[in-house]
């Protein structure tokens, strides 16, 4: 049997989690990032509109996916998630990666220190 899950999560007291177009493409980017059994090498990736700059060369092993995506929604201060883990402990896995990564993310950009979602 297989079970999908929406999973929402939305930014503390209501606060934006997306304040520019580059930080919805950083969570895109992170969607397909944090969804591998591996640890994560391109966390300090950044991104511009134009191009992509920071770490050129990464080089790309195999990955092992961790949750099939179905779909997602970004709103400005929450986001939808379709998903299907490949084993039920993957589900909260991807989401302490995901989470974490893109809160780090947040709060280097924007100069801030504490909880985002």
Not at 9 to 17: E, T
Not at 53 to 67: F, L, Q
Not at 72 to 79: A, K, T
Not at 89 to 104: H, I, Q
């Amino acid at each position: 049997m297989i079970e999908i899950y929406h999973i929402l999560n939305r930014g503390v007291d209501k606060r934006d989690i997306f304040l520019d177009e580059e930080d919805y493409i950083r969570f895109i980017h992170d969607l397909y990032e944090f969804n591998d059994e591996e640890p994560v090498t391109t966390a300090g990736y950044y991104f511009n509109k134009y191009l992509d700059v920071g770490r050129p060369n990464i080089e790309r092993k195999r990955r092992k996916r961790i949750v099939d995506l179905l779909a997602f929604c970004l709103m400005p201060n929450h986001y939808h998630l379709l998903l299907i883990p490949k084993k039920p402990e993957y589900l909260t896995l991807f989401m302490k990666k995901l989470n974490g990564g893109y809160a780090k993310y947040f709060n280097e950009k924007y100069q801030r220190t504490g909880t985002l979602f």
